[in-house]
């Protein structure tokens, strides 16, 4: 795995954020990268994750419930657009996949979620448009080729 802390990226007119990249080099990497990083969420945390389709969102998200012992394999919540996941907390897996516009999201109660003191992890998180909160943790995933993947993941610094 290589890790690559390219450091604050600030601007004037930018908020500070922290940004990293990584490439892995296998499913299983991408899942253990997934797992350490679940492990140091906090409760109100919320994780968009982004990446054309098969690029590992689902991998990331399954690493991640992993990592905050949750014993349940996660799949996509292809027809529901949110699973809940019990362990020490919850987990809220979003997959949006399927969404139109925004204002689907008014039925699906969104916001409340990140409220409730669980984590969100959400695939397809560009569907959502501006509906996400501040403190979103943005996970992209690029193809690179069959069994590469570039790992791009920014915190906003607060
Ligand atoms: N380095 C890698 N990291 C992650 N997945 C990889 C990697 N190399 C190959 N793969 C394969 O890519 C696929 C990723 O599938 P996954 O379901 O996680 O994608 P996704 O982004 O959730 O897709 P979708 O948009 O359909 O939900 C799997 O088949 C996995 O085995
Ligand atoms: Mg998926």
Redesign the pocket.
Known sequence: MTENNAGPDSGPFTEIKMKKELI????E??LMFGEKFGRDLKKGDVVALT??????????AKGIAMGMDIIDDIT?PTFTLMEIYDGHIPLYHF?L?RIENESELDLLYFEEYWENGGISVI??ADRAGSRLPDNTIRIN?EYID????RIVIERPDN
């Open positions: 892995t080099r296998s499913s990497e991408t990446g054309d389709l098969g690029a590992g969102k689902t991998i990331i996509s997959d996949y695939e397809w995933i069959e069994n590469s993947r």
